[in-house]
């Protein structure tokens, strides 16, 4: 069997829908499992409704126009829009009671944030039956089993994989249809693993089936070696191992979610990255491989912030004091892209959300004088040659670099 993900891009109006469901009925004779995420910006569209309730109260002008978004989509796609339209005001309904459930952020956050998916996997299951597909739809949240963290749902391996095996019997007779990012913890609130983690979830239904292979749709006609948007002589991977993929990953690179290749590496399950605009392309194979002389790959991650943590007594940074600053990250469960020292600080970037800098900088400021700053983006060259090397070290603005055998990475002002 085999398992697809369709991202927002390829979900984001009728026509995309269509075209999906035309990819979806050149494979639909085998088993196949498909992930899809929320349509378009939906996603940022429910962070906006979230944070203007939280400081403002006031949100139905967005919720009118994301509700909108989603009617237009049903009445393009369907003879009979109603019965559709009828789930998916049923699920904005959920969304306003979610908002107004008491919780701390991260809760609350997940309980709305996740109904994107679900919106998304309503009117697209209801199309593919409505084009003759023995469709079924799944909601990933009984079968993808988390701890109890919010946001970033850390996946209990040995309970999904029981929840999800029961799966093989239903895939001999429907094509399923279920959410990315979401999941859920066992005293049944919805939690989602990590921003854009779409990809993720079909790595785990994948290793958790044994599937063939998974095959990720993009707006790219494969893996490229920077975003084509910022460098458009971007060349296409024709394969890549899964180390140099998961590498990638580490730097931001956006192609795929992070956490995805490990599960799909471990099981040996090749990975596609194709073009939903052109399924007849290639795309990207990602396997066990050895590939030789990889051009230099260019990784952009914006929104980034640069803390310095600077003692206060005159003495050095030692070893207890970035103890104390390691500890601190570990329990709000964040991540360093690139650090530095100096005798008398210790500097480190991390990807900026506010509610986590808070908590930080809380921590920190108990020990250190602290320092930071935001709209930061960190350039990332792997397999550099002297030309790349030589051109990004020229960069302006530039507030750290750091370079080693293969790699250089650089922070500079946005």
């Known amino acids: 069997m085999k398992v697809f993900k369709f991202g927002g891009a390829s ?40 944070n203007s309730y939280t400081k403002e109260g006031d949100y139905q002008a967005e919720l009118s126009t994301l509700k909108s978004y989603h009617f237009t989509i049903c009445e393009n796609l369907f003879a009979d829009p109603e019965p559709v339209k009828k789930k998916i005001f049923s699920i904005l309904e959920e969304l306003t009671e979610n908002l107004h459930t008491p919780g701390d952020y991260d809760q609350v956050y997940d309980q709305v944030i996740s109904l994107g998916e679900v919106m998304s996997s309503v009117i697209v299951s209801s199309y593919l039956v409505e084009q003759g597909l023995p469709c079924q739809w799944l909601d990933a949240r009984k079968h993808i089993i988390t701890d109890t963290a919010f946001r970033e749902g850390k996946v209990d391996w040995k309970k999904t994989e029981e929840h999800i095996q029961h799966l093989k019997n239903d895939l001999q007779n429907h094509v399923l249809l279920t959410q990315g990012f979401i999941g859920s913890n066992e005293l049944g609130f919805t939690t989602t693993l990590g921003r854009e983690g779409s990809d993720y979830t079909a790595a785990i239904f994948a290793s958790c089936l044994q599937a063939e292979s998974v095959t990720i749709w993009k707006d790219v006609p494969g893996v490229m070696s920077a975003d084509p948007k910022r460098l458009p002589n971007a060349i296409v991977f024709d394969e890549l191992p899964y180390t140099e993929a998961a590498e990638m990953t580490y730097y931001g690179a956006s192609v795929i979610h992070p956490k995805t290749i490990k599960p799909l590496a471990l099981k040996q399950i090749p990975l596609y990255v194709k073009c939903f605009d052109d399924h007849t392309l290639p795309g990207t194979k990602i396997h066990e491989c050895k ?12 929104n980034q912030c640069l803390l310095s943590c600077r003692v206060t007594d005159y003495t050095f940074i030692n070893e207890e004091q970035i103890s104390i600053i390691f500890n601190a990250l570990a329990d709000l469960d964040i991540k360093i892209n690139v650090m530095q020292n100096s005798a008398i600080s210790f500097s480190f970037c991390i990807d900026f959300r506010e509610s986590k800098l808070n908590h930080l900088l809380d921590r920190l400021q108990q020990y250190f004088e602290v320092y930071y700053n935001t709209g930061l983006t960190l350039i990332t060259v792997k397999n550099y040659d002297a030309a790349t090397f030589d051109e990004y070290r020229k960069k302006p603005g530039i507030l750290i670099e750091q370079s080693s055998r293969s790699t250089l990475q650089i922070l500079l002002r946005a």
């Open 11 to 50: 979900l984001k109006n009728a026509s995309a829908i269509q075209n999906m469901a035309s990819i979806v009925k050149a494979y639909a004779g085998s088993p196949l499992l498909i992930v899809v995420s929320a349509m378009g910006k939906t996603t940022n569209a429910l962070e906006s409704i979230l």
């Open 291 to 302: 590939v030789d002389k990889l051009p230099p790959l260019i990784v952009f991650k914006d």
